[in-house]
């Protein structure tokens, strides 16, 4: 009787032990989805947060990258070209009687300094009429800054009287007048005044013994042109300036030329 009640309390207890581990197993499992589903639902928003992040990263980005192109194309450097010519040539030209010098040496002179100054300019070109002591047609002379598309041509001069009594420089343009003309002219003359000149004549038309007629170098050049005269050969103090000062005025006329050039439009 005894054994028999043993038997039963062990099926009963051991029924009640696996209804228990059933329970547990089901809990458990429970447990478990509801976790791994929390995880999902969390990863999922959090990737879905990173994806919309780096996209909205990107799209930033691409717009920056845009924008900087359109202004890099927007503000692409100009190049200019400025044609130099040293008046006369080949022992022409007018001769000092005070020392015995030659226009044509002393514009090649500075026409070659000026050179020097002007190429130390990013994004300038020169080109010269002449760079040895040779004679050059004066139509050849425009027509090689034409041919060139510069955006400037300067002749460089020395000027002379029979009286041998006044000094100073000026400039003389196309007898209409151009106001780019003019204004590079001005600015020029203005440039060597600062350094130190005898008299400033300032910006002249036409040429000096007919104002209706152009000088030829003037008359064929199709860009902005001026011819200057930079001091008298027969005026002592003009001489003097123009040895002592060579060389600033090669940097003011370079200085002067490159400040019209960046602010013309």
Same mark, same amino acid.
């Given at each position: 009787?005894?054994?028999?009640?043993?038997?039963?309390?062990?099926?009963?207890?051991?029924?009640?032990?696996?209804?228990?581990?059933?329970?547990?197993?089901?809990?458990?499992?429970?447990?478990?989805?509801?976790?791994?589903?929390?995880?999902?639902?969390?990863?999922?928003?959090?990737?879905?947060?990173?994806?919309? @992040?780096? !996209?909205?990263? &990107? #799209?930033?980005?691409?717009?920056?990258?845009?924008? /900087?192109?359109? %202004?890099?194309?927007?503000? $692409?450097?100009?190049?200019?070209?400025?044609?130099?010519?040293?008046?006369?040539?080949?022992?022409?030209?007018?001769?000092?009687?005070?020392?015995?010098?030659?226009?044509?040496?002393?514009?090649?002179?500075?026409?070659?300094?000026?050179?020097?100054?002007?190429?130390?300019?990013?994004?300038?070109?020169?080109?010269?009429?002449?760079?040895?002591?040779?004679?050059?047609?004066?139509?050849?002379?425009?027509?090689?800054?034409?041919?060139?598309?510069?955006?400037?041509?300067?002749?460089?001069?020395?000027?002379?009287?029979?009286?041998?009594?006044?000094? @100073?420089? !000026?400039?003389? &343009? #196309?007898?209409?007048?151009?106001?780019?003309?003019? /204004?590079?002219? %001005?600015?020029?003359?203005? $440039?060597?005044?600062?350094?130190?000149?005898?008299?400033?004549?300032?910006?002249?038309?036409?040429?000096?013994?007919?104002?209706?007629?152009?000088?030829?170098?003037?008359?064929?050049?199709?860009?902005?042109?001026?011819?200057?005269?930079?001091?008298?050969?027969?005026?002592?103090?003009?001489?003097?300036?123009?040895?002592?000062?060579?060389?600033?005025?090669?940097?003011?006329?370079?200085?002067?030329?490159?400040?019209?050039?960046?602010?013309?439009?």
């Amino acid at each position: 009787m005894l054994f028999r009640w043993n038997q039963k309390r062990e099926r009963k207890m051991s029924c009640i032990l696996s209804v228990l581990m059933v329970v547990i197993m089901l809990l458990s499992g429970c447990a478990g989805g509801g976790t791994s589903g929390k995880n999902e639902s969390t990863d999922g928003t959090e990737n879905a947060t990173n994806v919309s @992040g780096t !996209e909205a990263s &990107i #799209d930033a980005v691409g717009g920056t990258v845009a924008e /900087e192109t359109t %202004e890099e194309a927007t503000e $692409a450097v100009r190049e200019y070209i400025v044609c130099l010519d040293a008046g006369h040539g080949g022992l022409r030209g007018a001769i000092s009687p005070l020392d015995g010098r030659y226009e044509s040496h002393d514009t090649l002179r500075l026409t070659l300094a000026i050179q020097r100054e002007l190429e130390k300019y990013d994004h300038v070109t020169v080109i010269m009429t002449r760079t040895e002591d040779v004679h050059v047609e004066n139509k050849q002379r425009p027509q090689m800054a034409n041919d060139a598309g510069a955006d400037l041509f300067v002749s460089i001069h020395r000027n002379s009287n029979t009286t041998g009594d006044k000094g @100073g420089v !000026e400039g003389w &343009i #196309d007898k209409n007048n151009p106001p780019e003309s003019r /204004e590079v002219g %001005e600015m020029i003359l203005a $440039a060597m005044e600062a350094v130190g000149v005898t008299a400033n004549a300032g910006i002249k038309t036409g040429s000096w013994d007919e104002p209706d007629v152009n000088y030829t170098v003037i008359e064929y050049a199709k860009m902005p042109a001026v011819l200057l005269e930079v001091g008298y050969l027969n005026y002592a103090e003009d001489n003097r300036l123009f040895d002592e000062n060579l060389d600033a005025y090669a940097k003011a006329t370079a200085k002067a030329i490159f400040t019209w050039l960046t602010q013309k439009k």
